[in-house]
């Protein structure tokens, strides 16, 4: 129980995104920097009355201390900006590890049981040309056909890959990673523009799907992801009958728009799609990156109406009450709600 409890504690912490003197300030120093160091290297264990107060400091139950580690997130992919800190980049992985926790416990409550295929595993990328057929080889596996797609989150959770949502600062962009070797974890930023949320789900998708050639520099294979991500809100032939199949010398404003609201999909990843398919030449994409450099953020530039969020979680945890194969108080647990907040939400028919 005190091994348990030390690594809880430690891993609470870093969530939390606080070191151990902003713990010990936190609790108005109920406890010393000495002690939480002991706690942390289970050299020591912490009375009822400081549980309590951790618990409180760090914003998760009293049970959250002794629950047994289940998960590990490998082979993490991690995209960031270079002024996003260790201690940050760190918090976010230790949140996404607690939710995929959370995910596979109420999946075996409910005997839910899966195995992730990819349609591309032996399939090796040395080429662009390699990414438009992997694109193809994943839209007709999943059978999405040409259209557009409606709510990508929602097709990667159809599809067993595991989705978070995390609450991070504009630094950080996403990582993709393997819950256990076996089950494919997104987490994207969660205050991301739809658009943006879509095309960067993508982009972990194609590191975790894609086999990339050992001569492939790390630039080359990001850039093959952006282009597996554009590719699948896009595929090669709808982007060509859309833009009519031919070389283009430019674009009007309005036709990107139209586009970027049927497709879910920015005029800059529609810009950069031109230039991978050829449509446009690489002089004009500069010239599109420096005028649109102004405003990276395409205010006033159209707006996709749909939705992108994450609710499978949400929804087996419902379920779970419904059927009472949990309690209410666990529900809450899980959901990190407070009990009475739950009973509010939860209306049984």
């Known amino acids: 129980m005190k091994e348990i409890f030390s690594k809880r504690l430690k891993s609470a912490r870093v969530r939390a995104n606080m070191s151990q003197d902003d713990l010990v300030a936190k609790m108005d120093g109920l406890v010393s920097k000495n002690s939480i160091s002991k706690y942390e290297k289970g050299l020591m264990m912490a009375d009822a009355k400081i549980i309590i107060a951790l618990a409180r400091a760090l914003d998760v139950k009293t049970d959250y201390f002794f629950r047994p580690f289940t998960v590990e997130i490998e082979h993490i992919e991690f995209r960031k900006k270079s002024k996003l800190k260790t201690k940050s980049v760190e918090a976010i ?27 591309i595993a032996n399939f090796v990328i040395t080429s662009k040309e390699d990414v438009e057929e992997a694109v193809n080889t994943i839209r007709k596996a999943w059978q999405l056909g040409l259209s557009a797609l409606p709510n990508v989150i929602d097709l990667l959770e159809d599809n067993e890959i595991k989705v978070v949502e995390a609450d991070a600062p504009e630094a950080f962009d996403g990582f993709s990673g393997w819950a256990d070797s076996h089950i494919p974890v ?8 739809i658009e943006r949320k879509r095309l960067t789900a993508l982009h972990e998708l194609g590191h975790l799907l894609l086999s990339f050639s050992n001569n492939l520099t790390q630039k080359e294979k990001e850039k093959y992801c952006f282009q597996f991500a554009g590719g699948m809100l896009m595929p090669k032939e709808t982007f060509l009958k859309e833009l009519g199949g031919q070389k283009r010398s430019g674009f009007s404003e309005p036709e990107l728009i139209g586009i ?16 991978d398919l050829e449509v446009i030449t690489d002089a004009y994409y500069l010239g599109f990156q ?38 209410l108080s666990m529900a809450a647990n899980l959901l990190n709600q407070k009990l009475a907040e739950f009973r509010k939400d939860f209306v049984a028919l």
């Open 93 to 119: 992985k230790q949140m996404a590890t607690d939710t995929i926790e959370k995910y596979l416990e109420i999946e075996q409550f409910l005997d839910i049981t899966n195995e992730f295929k990819n349609p």
């Open 186 to 193: 997104i987490v994207i930023n969660k205050h991301y523009s």
């Open 260 to 275: 970027k609201e049927t497709y879910g999909i920015s005029l800059q990843a529609i810009m950069a799609r031109a230039k």
């Open 290 to 327: 420096k005028r649109i450099s102004r405003n990276r953020a395409e205010i006033g530039l159209g707006e996709y109406k749909g939705i992108e969020h994450s609710y499978r979680f949400m929804q087996l945890v419902y379920r779970a009450v419904t059927e009472e194969v949990i309690s």
